[in-house]
């Protein structure tokens, strides 16, 4: 896999996406509504919500085990917003030159993840969540920065670029199912069956003797229109 091209395909799909979703002016950082747009502060959001899939509170659920999937579903999340900020600021070929050269960067240091604690694991997390809520200009050293930190998160989640691009790309399939299905409105519903739409996309991928975004979105519909 050719990690720049692939960089490459996944900023073209954020970018129809965020037209889809937001209107084709959306890196004024508003959308067609009139809406401010702020990826860094997603960012931190997606960040916060990845902690909590650890038990790091001390007061309660002590005996509680770290949700890693939930961990690298966030990421992915978060891998979206950063893409969308990385196009909002740089024309999309410096983009993916430097989100790609930001994961060759984040090879160092190695982390023992056998030997990090949970609370070691939240403050790697935390790094990428404190670049986040810098307001400085988005420089190509601030991006690089960022994407570093969010590689470091990856890696803390033995989530690996191939994962993270197959991922991205059912993902990008299930955010046009819910804009496509009344999720701006407010109408489309999230829990199929008792069942978050995400744990469904997950099922319904392992069944498929190999991925394709139309298959996916086709039986996507079809469990969709047999909850109504």
């Not at 190695?110 to 307001?135: C, G, N, P, W, Y």
């Not at 991922?167 to 299930?174: D, G, P, S, T």
Request: charged share 25%; net charge negative; aromatic share 10%.
């Amino acid at each position: 896999m050719n990690i720049q091209d692939s960089i490459n395909e996944m900023l073209s799909m954020q970018n129809a996406l965020n037209e889809a979703t937001n209107g084709t002016d959306w890196r004024s950082g508003v959308t067609l509504l009139g809406k401010e747009i702020d990826w860094r502060r997603c960012i931190v959001m997606e960040s916060a919500e990845l902690i909590d899939s650890y038990p790091w509170k001390h007061w309660k659920s002590v005996d509680a085990q770290t949700d890693m999937e939930n961990v690298r579903v966030e990421l992915v999340d978060i891998w979206h917003f950063l893409l969308s900020l990385a196009l909002e600021h740089f024309e999309q070929e410096q983009a993916a030159e430097l989100l790609s050269k930001a994961l060759m960067d984040s090879g160092e240091p190695e982390f023992q993840l056998d030997k990090l604690t949970v609370i070691e694991q939240v403050r790697i997390h935390e790094m990428m969540m404190s670049i986040a809520l810098q307001r400085e200009t988005v420089s190509g050293e601030y991006l690089s920065a960022l994407a570093e930190a969010f590689f470091n998160s990856c890696k803390v989640a033995e989530l690996d670029f191939e994962q993270l691009y197959q991922i991205y790309m059912a993902k990008n399939v299930l955010n046009k199912f819910r804009q496509d299905h009344g999720y701006k409105e407010g109408t489309y519903i999230k829990e199929w069956n008792g069942k978050e739409d995400n744990v469904v996309m997950f099922e319904i991928i392992a069944r498929m003797p190999s991925f394709s975004g139309d298959e996916l979105y086709i039986s996507l519909k079809e469990t969709y229109t047999a909850l109504n």
